[in-house]
């Protein structure tokens, strides 16, 4: 959290184009400044982040948990450098398919070919002549293209004249990123979200972290009964996309760094010694004597203020951190959302899909079930058997 603090700072901090030379005054003229606002903007945030850090130290678990979650990857920049790994395109070798990015090996493939075909113009002239025919004996029906498909018109396939036969001027294609709007989620990410959508009904209320949709089902008619709009079905491409991105909660970044989150809240690590914090400065008996004084007259002449009740106090109290207390919350705010992930066996369809395996496991539900279960073994004592059955 303070690495993080600091840096959101320092990323705003407009860098020197050139250093001073020796011996020479540092010119203040030519040091970029940051505008007022700008100052004042990241000055608030950094008071902010002090502030959760204060009250975390202080044992609030509200704010304990939001540094948890920000340590381990459940929000924050730290969850989408994990999150990293699982954006790659999908491929499909079988049908030459589009993906979602551009296949850069058969790109370069493409260009050779076209730089190298002989006769100029001719060439690709005669090129569109064959392909006429296999144009023709694929073409869609109209009722399956209402809507444009969801991948780019990008094919990995050799050829390339196919989307070109419709130009005026014969020149090689140019290299063009697909539309924003067209977003197909990876085979690995997909992996997860659905494995995650299976365990998240089993998730606290920890943060304000959204769930899974893995369905996109937008609206065939507007409001009106007319057909929906082009643009409007863009944008609730996109929503869906951006939604499932912030709800995935990637694994960490290694499989060591998983078991020392496990043993620790299962109780095989005991946790590190905590650093004993300093104890506040204490006033002098004077200043304690009127403050006491202070606040007995505030309660006679305006009443009892807001939260000054047990049950109130209660509800923001700080708690101890004591390792009891770092168990449960790691185990209910970081393990929980946290999967591990194995290599899927070769062979399976799981291999053939995404080739990875999720398993989720709070550190907690196992040990309580195996008490259970030897509880219910375990004979029943004399006295209590007399009680039950008389």
């Given at each position: 959290?303070?690495?993080?603090?600091?840096?959101?700072?320092?990323?705003?901090?407009?860098?020197?184009?050139?250093?001073?030379?020796?011996?020479?005054?540092?010119?203040?003229?030519?040091?970029?400044v940051?505008?007022?606002?700008?100052?004042?903007?990241?000055?608030?945030?950094?008071?902010?982040?002090?502030?959760?850090?204060?009250?975390?130290?202080?044992?609030?678990?509200?704010?304990?948990?939001?540094?948890?979650?920000?340590?381990?990857?459940?929000?924050?920049?730290?969850?989408y450098?994990?999150l990293?790994k699982?954006?790659?395109?999908?491929?499909?070798?079988?049908?030459?398919?589009?993906?979602?990015?551009?296949?850069?090996?058969?790109?370069?493939?493409?260009?050779?070919?076209?730089?190298?075909?002989?006769?100029?113009?001719?060439?690709?002239?005669?090129?569109?002549?064959?392909?006429?025919?296999?144009?023709d004996?694929?073409?869609?029906?109209?009722?399956?293209?209402?809507?444009?498909?969801?991948?780019?018109t990008?094919?990995?396939?050799t050829?390339?004249?196919?989307?070109?036969?419709?130009?005026?001027?014969?020149?090689?294609?140019?290299?063009?990123?697909?539309?924003?709007?067209?977003?197909?989620?990876p085979?690995?990410?997909?992996?997860l979200?659905?494995?995650?959508?299976?365990?998240?009904?089993h998730?606290?209320?920890?943060?304000?972290?959204?769930?899974?949709?893995?369905?996109?089902?937008?609206?065939?008619?507007?409001?009106?009964?007319?057909?929906?709009?082009?643009?409007?079905?863009?944008?609730?491409?996109?929503?869906?996309?951006?939604?499932?991105?912030?709800a995935?909660?990637?694994?960490?970044?290694?499989e060591?760094a998983?078991?020392?989150?496990?043993n620790?809240?299962?109780?095989?690590?005991?946790?590190?010694?905590?650093?004993p914090r300093?104890?506040?400065?204490?006033?002098?008996?004077e200043?304690?004597?009127?403050a006491?004084?202070q606040?007995?007259?505030?309660?006679?002449?305006?009443?009892?203020?807001?939260?000054?009740?047990?049950?109130?106090?209660?509800?923001?109290?700080?708690?101890?951190?004591?390792?009891?207390?770092?168990?449960r919350?790691?185990?209910?705010?970081?393990?929980?959302?946290?999967?591990?992930?194995?290599?899927?066996?070769?062979?399976?369809?799981?291999?053939?899909?995404?080739?990875?395996?999720?398993?989720?496991?709070?550190?907690?539900?196992?040990?309580?079930?195996?008490?259970?279960?030897?509880?219910?073994?375990?004979?029943?004592?004399?006295?209590?058997?007399?009680?039950?059955?008389?």
């Open positions: 959290m303070r690495k993080f603090t600091i840096d959101k700072f320092r990323s705003f901090i407009p860098r020197r184009s050139g250093k001073n030379k020796p011996g020479k005054k540092n010119n203040v003229g030519n040091n970029p940051l505008a007022p606002e700008k100052v004042t903007q990241l000055l608030r945030l950094a008071r902010k982040y002090a502030a959760v850090l204060r009250r975390a130290n202080d044992g609030h678990a509200t704010q304990l948990e939001k540094v948890l979650r920000m340590t381990y990857g459940r929000v924050g920049p730290n969850k450098r994990l990293a699982f954006l790659y395109p999908s491929t499909d070798a079988a049908g030459g398919r589009s993906t979602l990015l551009l296949d850069r090996s058969s790109e370069e493939e493409d260009a050779a070919k076209v730089s190298k075909r002989p006769g100029g113009d001719d060439g690709l002239e005669e090129l569109l002549e064959d392909d006429e025919g296999a144009e004996a694929g073409s869609t029906p109209e009722k399956d293209t209402s809507y444009p498909s969801l991948y780019p990008v094919s990995t396939t050829t390339f004249t196919t989307f070109y036969q419709g130009a005026e001027v014969p020149d090689p294609p140019v290299e063009e990123k697909p539309p924003k709007w067209k977003l197909d989620v085979p690995r990410l997909q992996a979200l659905v494995s995650q959508s299976i365990e998240q009904p998730f606290t209320r920890a943060g304000s972290s959204p769930r899974v949709r893995l369905k996109f089902s937008p609206p065939t008619h507007t409001i009106w009964g007319k057909p929906l709009p082009f643009s409007r079905y863009k944008n609730q491409r996109i929503k869906w996309y951006n939604h499932n991105m912030q995935a909660l990637p694994p960490l970044e290694s060591a998983y078991w020392e989150v496990h620790l809240v299962t109780g095989r690590q005991e946790f590190p010694a905590l650093i300093r104890t506040p400065a204490r006033l002098s008996a200043d304690d004597l009127r006491f004084f606040e007995q007259s505030s309660l006679i002449l305006e009443g009892p203020a807001v939260d000054s009740r047990l049950k109130d106090l209660r509800r923001n109290r700080p708690h101890g951190i004591t390792p009891r207390f770092l168990q919350m790691l185990s209910r705010v970081v393990l929980s959302q946290t999967p591990l992930v194995k290599k899927a066996a070769p062979g399976t369809k799981t291999e053939a899909d995404s080739g990875l395996v999720f398993y989720w496991d709070d550190g907690m539900s196992h040990q309580r079930h195996t008490r259970e279960v030897e509880n219910i073994h375990q004979p029943v004592p004399e006295k209590q058997a007399g009680l039950l059955f008389a």
